[in-house]
Each structure stands twice: as C-alpha cells, then as structure tokens.
C-alpha cells in the first residue's frame, strides 16, 4: 500500500469543503439541456436533502450566480457565473494573446474567425473575430458545442487514441446532428485521426448544414494542441478555388499563435502538410 497516497488523499478530504462541493455541483447541474431546475429536482438528483438544497440555492441566489423563473418554483443560472466565465475567459494567456492573430487572420481571409478550447467532451469559444459583412455565425465568446459533431473538436481530440476515445466517450452511440457525425467512437476516431494526419480539417455542412468550416491546431508547450483556429463561411457560398489558400493562412496564423505561446515547431512538421495552395485544393477539388 502506498502511504504517502494514502496521507495525500486524506488531507485532500480534509481539507474539502462539503457545502462548497455542493454548491459548485448544484451549479453544475444546470446547462443547455437543462436552463431550469427546481429545488425538489436538484435535491433528487444531488441526492442530498431538500433542507440543504433550499440553503444552498438561498446563498447562491444572494450572490447572483442563480436566479429564479419567472414562475418562482424553478432557477436558472444567474450573471454571477457569466461574469466569472467572462474573467476566466480574460484570464487566459491564450486568449490575450489569440485575438489579435484571430483579428488579422479575419482581415486577411474575410470570414468569421474562431478559437476553442476543449472543455472534456465539449468545446469552448474563447475568441472570435468577424468581417464587415453580412454573414455572421450564431456562436458567441463561451458558446460550448460537442467535440465529437464539430471539426474544431476533432482537431482538440486528434492527441487522444481510441482507449482514450473509449474512456471519454462511454456510451456506445455518439449524438447525431447531421449525416457527417461520427456515429461511435470507432468512426470518430478514425476523424480525428485524419484531421492529424493532414494537418488540418476541412467540412461542409457538418455540425450546422448551412455552415463551412476549415479547423487547424495551435501548440502549446511540449508541443501538445492546446487550441483550434478555425474560419466560417456559408456552405452555399464556400469557394472551393480559394480553399488552398484560406488553408494556408489558417496554418500561418496558427504557426504564429504557437510560436507566441512559446511552442517549438520541430517534431510536428510530419504531421504538417506541405502550404501548397494547389495540393491543399486539389486534395478537396
């Protein structure tokens, strides 16, 4: 038996806060699926009496991190938590650094541009950039979409091997959003994998079907993804005969972005494809 993990675990439980813990879970429990709970709700599923629950939504209430329906029996999340996902967000070396890389990219290509993290099975918004046009996506700064439907997921999780695919992904089915969705974990995988052979990922309709999108890799140290980049367009007005090119300035952009975050380019150029903007669109003529 290792001792020294025993004392480190016991002193990490004596040093947790219960009604701290529960209070983070109660948050928790609220997401898109489900903007509202009531107090009987939560406490079945935190399995933890009514009493407590009542407290605890008192407390979070007074803070501003929830807020009550409009009805009064139920809660939603209130701006305490946007404004701390706001100062997070901010936080970031990432992001300070990101924006303006995402800025000129957005110049130069003209289309919408992103950067995302992966948050376990999702992926997060972090920072976007927009052209003078019309087009504009529908995501904001801590949009979360699944990883699985989205090419700037596969990108995040192309590190990740099929055991590690397995263990983040337990179910047997993946959730579909268009004929393009990895159906299991087997097809996502052979996605992800795809996206880091080539360097990049190219779709057309695929987690939105009237939404293009071109994902790239940015590294951080250790050489490891820690972000995507990617650029938007509408599927109807994708430009096949600039693909090459807008491919290219993504992978420069990303280059710099990784370059910033202090990463070393040697060991990845393999997995790098050649910034031919003629291969690049032949590949997807």
């Known amino acids: 038996m290792n001792t020294n993990l025993s004392k480190s675990e016991d002193n990490s439980e004596r040093y947790t806060v219960p009604a701290l813990e529960r209070g983070l879970m109660l948050l928790s429990e609220f997401n898109r699926a489900r903007p509202t709970l009531s107090a009987p709700e939560l406490a079945r599923r935190l399995d933890i009496p009514r009493s407590t629950v009542f407290r605890l939504l008192n407390t979070l209430e007074s803070m501003g991190f929830i807020t009550r329906t409009e009805s009064g029996n139920e809660y939603r999340l209130g701006v305490g938590v946007l404004r701390l996902g706001f100062e997070y967000l901010a936080s ?19 289309m919408p541009c992103n950067l995302v993290i992966r948050d376990e099975n999702a992926i997060v918004y972090i920072a976007k950039a927009s052209p003078p046009t019309p087009f504009a996506t529908s995501v904001n700064i801590g949009t979360r979409l699944p990883a699985h439907g989205t090419i700037l997921g ?5 590190e990740l091997n099929l055991s590690q695919l397995h263990e983040q992904y337990p179910e047997n089915k993946l959730q579909i959003f268009t004929k393009h969705t990895p159906h299991d974990v087997q097809a996502l995988h052979d996605c992800c994998q795809a996206a880091r052979k080539q360097g990049y990922a190219v779709s057309e309709g695929f987690f939105d079907p009237a939404i293009s999108t071109i994902a790239v890799p ?25 693909i090459g090119r807008i491919i290219s300035r993504i992978q420069e952009a990303a280059e710099d972005l990784s370059s910033l975050l202090r990463h070393s380019p040697l060991g990845i150029n393999q997995s790098t494809p050649q910034k031919s903007g003629n291969n690049a669109a032949d590949e997807h003529a």
């Not at 596969?154 to 192309?158: E, I, W």
């Not at 951080?220 to 007005?237: D, P, S």
């Open 92 to 110: 970031l070396e990432l992001t300070d650094l990101g924006r303006p890389v995402l800025e000129k990219l957005c110049q130069d290509v003209q």
């Open 154 to 158: 596969h990108v995040l999780l192309s």
């Open 218 to 242: 940015v590294f951080g140290h250790n050489n490891k993804i820690v972000a995507a980049m990617g650029a938007n367009a509408m599927a109807a007005n994708f430009d096949r005969s600039k």
